[in-house]
Every structure is written in structure tokens, then in C-alpha cells.
């Protein structure tokens, strides 16, 4: 599904991410945790295609195709999607303008016909209904006025409309209270398929309780230090990043 | 001392020759002060950027030639202009209807008007010297403005709307002013609008005509509100883009009115939009919005006088401008609290988006307080759009043209969220729509 090779990523002359690799298979789910500064949001932008980001080397390949050869929109056609750690607020853009607008651009640029009107509504209702989503929030501005967690439910509830082939969730539990971490986890893990994989960005063990993975791996100083199961994580929670952090500037 | 005079421009000078000329031919003058318009106007001239109100529009310089009076069209040329006529057509009104600043009475509903509304055609008003010319006078500062003076002086047609004491008309009244032609020609149209006693009007303007003539239109809005009374006004400027448009609204408000106006300018390659406004009541409550959007070589100057004389009058005015190109905008606001205008709330805002690095905007705003006891505030802000919002649009599938069309339309929208009028509002989203798809 997804392969980055020796990736190399610098900001402003400050190299954040140095050869990182990494291989996230078919219907995957895969756990990133590290300390802070190791590089972990910088891997989900570029994976997404922010343009502050300069790669000096490597590549990252979904399904073959060389991402970093696209635009952000062209990534998210081709079935990359992040729900984003801090989700932006768009005043005077409404939630189902916005909503219908992505979808239809996505399937424009895959060559599908646009979603009618009913269609999209349904598909709307559903995927908020399981998500506890107000209906009311859906009448307001994007994410303006929204709680944190709201913010994020929506972030899953875009992701679920979107149906996209590779989710990265970057730091998705942060901000979120114990009932709002399940609602999430539980719309992320009715996601979980055959053909989607997913990357987990996280500081904390406690989201993968809810949101099991295959995989985890340690990242520091901008490399993939170590690999393991789940029971990695387990093992991260009770000693600390100490032994990943020498060498750290913060 | 030797008397310094500057030299008139051929603008001006022509501007005079066509002002005698045509003195025959003018209806009954006195009652509008026609000649002493002209003569004021004539001691000052075309304003330059030397007259603190101009200083970014530059009129002596931008009007190079007086163009003609038009004469007023053919049946059929009326017709066939006011068919291809676009501005708030989808919506249901009474309409008036102007081609080349004159009435065309075969093509407005002077009988078919809603209960409580009158109009007469201004020439009829001026030949019988109606009384309620002298009531609707405008507010003092317009009468000292040049635009204002030679609206005045020229003042080719127009209409008297009066609206009967506590009538609420279901439909709006659309001016529509429709240009046409292959030459330059210039228009001066007035329209005297006296809202009585708690009565409640929505009228819509909208200006459009062809691209590639430098016709100059000046139109006036004289409105008065009566006590209690209820104004709400939106209008689209689509101009074609060789012309040099100007306007001006005056207003005068009593106890207790409410102003509510906007106006989305996309046309001519330069305008001028005046608003001047008399808050004479207690009371009162006026939302002032526009939003201009403007492409190459354009400059479109908004410029706004709120003169508050009595208490507890509530002002929110809200002026957004995106331009794309070199395109030049201008907003100009001034505040005036008297001493009398106590516990006065006013908030006046400009807000500028550039698409490109070419553009300018320019932003004076002005308080004049002599009150003590306000709350009266400005504020003004210039950008490009932001990064971080774009990426999060695009990371969603939208192309960065789309995902860039979507932050204007909410920038824009802003502006436009006070429009009561639904059809009006949706009309003036479609303008702004309609500006982003030719950007494309």
C-alpha cells in the first residue's frame, strides 16, 4: 500500500525527518509513537503534500504511484487522507457546502459522476448519526464554534464520506475526553478494511486500547527506530521515551 | 496677491458647454437648485487628489472628456437592452426601469405598483414644483460633493417613491438601470425615496451595460426614513468596463429607523460609491456593507459619511474588497459623533484580499468624536489568502483554484450575510460566483 524510502525532509534549513522508511501493507494498521520533536507530524504533512516542506531525497509510493510528484487535492484522489491534529475553523464556509464540494471534487477527478443531492445528504446523515454528530453543527460554518472533539468527530466523519484508500490520523486523540475518544476510535474501526490502511500518530497508548494495531512502530530524530507489535506500546507506556531521546534538542 | 486660479481642464470646459447648452432643454429647475449646483461646481472643478476626499480617486485626472447628456433611446433599443438585462431579474418586484439614465415607462410598473407605494416621475414632480422635493433635501455634506453638484446640475430623469405611513409592501421595488450604445455618453438620474412612519420598503438597484464605451453614469438616492420606519437597499454595480461610475445615497434617519444597505460592485474600470447618511433620530440602527471585486486596471472607491446627531444610534458597516490583478480599491469612512450623539455604537470595518502580489488597497478611516460617552470603533486589514486553509481544503480534494474561490466566497459572504431580502441575497452570492467562474 504505502512505501516511504529514505525519506529526507528539511523546514527552513532544520532537517526534521533523516532516511526515514517505512512500509505500511494492505489493510494495515500501523501505530507511530515518539517523543515530541521526532518528526511524526512532519511525516503526516508531507505524506498530505504541504507545500513549507522541502524533501531533499526519497520517496513515498501508494500503490506504486509517486506522491510526491501531486498536489495535496491529487494525493486526496488518489486516496490519501488526514484528519489534521489542530482541523481548521472556515468561517462563512458551511459544513455541507464544504463537505459536498470535496466529495464531488474528489470523484470529478477520479472520472465519477457527482453525488446527487439526496444521495449526499443520506450518505451525510449516516455517517453523522454514527458518529453522534449533531445535525445542527452540520448547518454551522466548518468547525467554527466547534468543541475539540467535535472538531475531530467531524475529521472522521469526512474521512468516512471519503472513503479514502490510505488515512493518516495525526495525533486524532489529543484534546479528546474518554466518550469522545471511543465515538472517534469506534468511527475509525468501523473504517478498517480490506483495501485501507492507516498510520496512527500518537504520543499516548490509551487510543491504541480503542484502536488496535497491527503494528507499531518507535520514531525518533526523524528515523523509524524500532518495530514491533502491539505489545510495543505497552512496553513505550511503562518506560518512558528515555532511551529514544539521546542526542534531542527537545 | 495675485488670485491663483487653476487652468480648467477640456473636462471641465466641456462640462460647461454642455451645461449651457442644454439649460433650455432642462425641466423646471428650482425646485433641485440646478443652476446653483452647477455654479459651485464650476468654482471648484473636477476634484484631484489635492481635495482630501479624492485623494485616492482622482477625477480632473481620470475624466478626460465631458461626454454628452444621452438622448433617450428608442422604443426598441430599450427593449432589447432591458431583455438581456441581468441584475435581480429572477426576482419578483415592481420594477423601474431606466435605459440610459431615462424612465422608460412602457417597460416599469407605474400602475402595477404594491398598496402603500407611489411614484412620480421625478420631470412631473419638478414641472409642478411638488413640495415633497424641498422635504427630501440631501444631507448636507452630499450637497457640498462634486459628484452630488453635477448630478444636480444634469439631473436628466428619475423618480419620487413615497411610502405610505405604516405600509409594508410584500414586493420589492427594483430600479433597474440598464445602459446601451457604442458611444460615450454620460447619465445623471435621481431617485427621492420618503419612507413614512413606521412603513418598511426593500428596494433593489442594480446598474449594468456594455463593456468597451466609457459612458459615465452618476446616480443619485436621496432617501428619507421616517420614524419607526424600515429601509433596506442592496445593489449590484456590473458596469461595462470602460466606464467611470458614480453614485451617491444620501439618507436621513428619524426616531427609532433602521438603514440597512449593501452593494456588490464588480464593473467599471473606476467608481466612485458615496453614501452619506444623516442620523438625525434617536435611536436609530444602520448596517452600511459592501463588497467590491476588482481585476485589472480597476479602482473602485467606497466612501462612507455616518454624521451622528442624536442618541443611541447603532452603526455596524462593513466594507470588503478582493482584488485580483492591479487592480486599485479604495474605502474611505468617517464617523461623525456630535456632541448631542451620546451613547453612539459604531463599528466600522475594511477588510482586503489580494490574489496577487500587483494589487493595492487603501484604507482611510476617520472618527470624529465629540461625545463622551461612545463606543465607536475601526478597524482595517490587507492579505493574501491563507496557506493553512487552502492546504486544508486541498488535502480534501478540492484544486487549489477551488479551494481559493471557496475562501472568497466566505470572506465575501461576510458582507452579504445581513442582506434580509432572500432573493436578493442569493442574487448577490450569484454576482459573486458569477466574478469568480470568469476568473477561472
Known amino acids: 500500500m504505502l512505501e516511504i524510502k529514505n525519506l529526507v525532509v528539511q523546514i527552513e534549513d532544520n532537517r526534521i525527518l533523516n532516511g526515514l522508511n517505512l512500509t505500511v501493507k494492505d489493510g494495515e494498521v500501523a501505530a507511530i509513537m515518539g517523543p515530541n520533536g521526532s518528526g511524526k507530524s512532519t511525516l503526516s504533512y508531507v505524506i498530505a503534500g504541504k507545500e513549507d516542506y522541502e524533501v531533499l531525497e526519497g520517496e513515498i509510493l501508494l500503490d506504486g504511484q509517486n506522491l510526491l510528484e501531486m498536489a495535496p487535492d491529487e494525493r486526496a484522489a488518489a486516496g490519501v487522507f488526514l484528519a489534521f491534529q489542530y482541523p481548521l475553523e472556515i468561517p462563512g464556509v458551511g459544513t455541507m457546502t464544504f463537505l459536498k464540494a470535496c466529495l464531488n471534487a474528489q470523484r470529478k477527478a477520479r472520472g465519477e459522476a457527482e453525488l446527487s443531492t439526496p444521495d449526499f445528504i443520506r450518505a451525510v446523515n449516516g455517517a453523522a448519526d454514527k458518529l453522534e454528530i449533531n445535525k445542527e453543527m452540520l448547518k454551522r460554518a466548518l468547525n467554527v464554534g466547534f468543541s475539540g472533539g467535535e472538531k475531530k468527530r467531524m475529521e472522521i466523519l469526512q474521512m468516512a464520506l471519503l472513503q479514502p484508500k490510505f488515512c493518516v490520523l495525526d495525533e486524532t486523540d489529543s484534546g479528546l475526553d474518554i466518550d469522545a475518544l471511543r465515538i472517534v476510535s469506534e468511527g475509525v474501526n468501523a473504517l478498517r478494511a480490506e483495501g485501507r490502511s492507516f498510520l496512527v500518530i500518537t504520543h499516548y497508548q490509551r487510543l491504541l486500547n480503542h484502536i488496535v494495531p497491527d503494528v507499531v512502530h518507535v520514531m525518533s530524530k526523524g528515523q523509524i527506530v524500532k518495530s514491533g507489535g502491539k505489545e510495543l506500546a505497552l512496553e513505550l507506556e511503562a518506560s518512558g521515551y528515555a532511551e529514544y531521546r539521546t542526542g534531542e534538542a527537545a | ?440
Open chain 2, 1 to 440: 496677491m495675485a488670485d491663483v486660479k487653476n487652468l480648467r481642464t477640456g473636462a471641465e470646459t466641456g462640462l460647461s458647454a454642455l451645461f449651457e447648452a442644454g439649460r433650455k432643454s432642462f425641466a423646471t429647475e428650482e425646485a433641485i437648485g440646478r443652476e446653483e449646483a452647477f455654479r459651485f461646481f464650476e468654482a471648484t472643478g473636477l476634484p484631484s487628489r489635492r481635495v482630501e476626499a479624492f485623494k485616492y480617486t482622482d477625477l480632473r485626472a481620470a475624466i478626460t472628456d465631458a461626454a454628452p447628456p444621452a438622448e433617450a433611446p428608442s422604443a426598441e433599443a430599450a427593449r432589447k437592452a432591458v431583455a438581456a438585462a441581468k441584475g435581480f431579474a429572477a426576482i419578483e418586484a415592481a420594477r423601474l426601469t431606466f435605459v440610459n439614465g431615462h424612465l422608460i415607462r412602457a417597460l416599469s410598473d407605474l400602475s402595477g405598483l404594491p398598496e402603500g407605494v407611489t411614484v412620480t416621475p421625478i420631470n412631473d414632480a419638478m414641472g409642478k414644483g411638488d413640495a415633497r422635493l424641498k422635504r427630501l433635501a440631501p444631507v448636507e455634506q452630499a450637497r457640498e460633493n462634486a459628484i452630488y453638484q453635477l448630478n444636480t446640475a444634469f439631473l436628466a430623469d428619475g423618480a419620487l417613491i413615497t411610502v405610505a405611513p405604516g405600509a409594508k409592501p410584500d414586493l420589492p421595488l427594483h430600479l433597474r438601470f440598464v445602459a446601451t450604445g457604442t458611444e460615450a455618453f454620460s447619465t445623471a438620474t435621481r431617485v427621492l425615496v420618503d419612507l413614512g412612519e413606521g412603513a418598511e420598503v426593500t428596494i433593489l438597484e442594480s446598474h449594468e451595460g456594455p463593456d468597451g464605451i466609457a459612458y459615465q453614469p452618476n446616480d443619485a438616492l436621496d432617501v428619507r426614513i421616517g420614524k419607526g420606519g424600515v429601509f433596506r437597499h442592496a445593489r449590484t454595480n456590473r458596469e461595462g468596463n470602460a466606464a467611470v461610475a458614480l453614485s451617491t445615497i444620501s439618507v436621513r434617519l428619524d426616531d427609532d429607523a433602521q438603514l440597512e444597505t449593501v452593494a456588490v460592485v464588480t464593473g467599471a474600470v473606476l467608481s466612485r460609491h458615496q453614501i452619506f447618511l444623516n442620523i438625525a433620530g434617536e435611536g436609530t440602527n444602520v448596517v452600511v456593507n459592501g463588497a467590491a471585486m476588482l481585476r485589472d486596471g480597476q479602482l473602485a472607491d467606497s466612501t462612507l459619511l455616518a454624521d451622528h446627531a442624536a442618541v443611541g444610534g447603532v452603526g455596524r458597516e462593513q466594507f470588503k474588497t478582493v482584488i485580483d490583478g492591479n487592480a486599485t480599491g479604495v474605502f474611505q469612512g468617517k464617523i461623525i459623533v456630535r456632541q448631542a450623539a451620546q451613547q453612539t455604537d459604531g463599528k466600522m470595518k475594511s477588510d482586503c484580499l489580494l490574489l496577487t502580489d500587483e494589487g493595492q488597497m487603501m484604507n482611510k478611516p476617520e472618527l470624529e468624536i465629540f461625545a463622551d460617552d461612545v463606543a465607536c470603533g475601526h478597524g482595517a486589514t490587507c492579505g493574501a489568502p491563507d496557506e493553512d486553509l487552502l492546504f486544508y481544503l486541498m488535502a480534501r480534494g478540492l484544486p487549489r483554484p477551488l479551494a481559493q474561490s471557496l475562501l472568497v466566497q466566505a470572506f465575501l459572504g461576510e458582507a452579504i450575510e445581513s442582506v434580509s431580502h432572500e432573493g436578493a441575497r442569493a442574487a448577490l452570492i450569484g454576482e459573486i460566483e458569477a466574478w469568480l467562474a470568469a476568473r477561472g
